[in-house]
């Protein structure tokens, strides 16, 4: 049966890390998602690693996934090199932080017809697919920008377990994808869920992202589709600029735990 494993997007609630730990607590997460970036920027030491440990441990916390945004695809010429090295530097923090995943953005997917693109994407993704096994910790695309099936596709042409998947489904309704379509596409593959919510604004002609419950996704449905291929993963709830952070990530689990 499918249970709810709340955790909360530290970075969304705009405070120190350590402050934003016993928030996170105090709203009844059991783990929480870090953006490497902002709050976690390489080299970390090791003494710094024990002091985070320590700091989850404190409040009973874990780490639901490493967010660690690359400023081109993963399969973008420039710079590729040194962006493949730093996503395996990051895998190897995550594992030793007790987290198996890290979530990135990796760019629009190309088609199978790109079948050129498309071989430097394999190439990429299966390097970063044997690091990921040798190191003990996943990198999972946020859905969004890629075409769903065209994500569906690579991952179903790479090496297995090379690539995850992190369902988003408020940033898929942004970019225009079908949520319930792509998480029976992607299914087997998810192994976090970043709630997040969106409404269509038919007068901006575009979609805007609001509070969780009160958008298009339908949250039941998506639940179901998870259960279905065995998702065991966390659930992390925070939306970027919120103007009341914990207000919102409160009712958001409250929402989400009407639901089981």
Known sequence: MLQLKLSVQLACLRLPLKSALPVAAELGAVAVEIDARQELPLPVSRTAIR???????????????????????LGDLPN???????I?????????LGCSCVVCDIGEVPSPEQSERRNVWLEVINDLGHSAHKEGAFLAARTGTAAPEHLASLIRDANPGSLMVDLD???LLLHGHSCNATAQQLGPHIIHLH???AVRDFSARRAIDVEVGRGSVDWAAIFADLEQHGFN?????????????KLECKQAAEYLRNLF
């Not at 002091?51 to 639901?64: I, S, V």
């Not at 590729?80 to 730093?86: D, I």
């Open 51 to 73: 002091q985070l440990l320590k700091w989850l441990e404190d409040y009973r916390l874990r780490l639901a996934c490493l967010t660690f945004q690359t400023r081109h695809g």
């Open 169 to 171: 489904p408020g940033n």
């Open 233 to 245: 993963g966390y659930t992390t709830v925070g939306r970027d600029g919120s103007p009341n952070p």
């Open 80 to 86: 590729l090199e040194r962006r493949v090295e730093a």
């Open 88 to 96: 395996k530097e990051h895998l190897r923090l995550a594992y030793q």
């Open 195 to 197: 709630a997040r919510d």
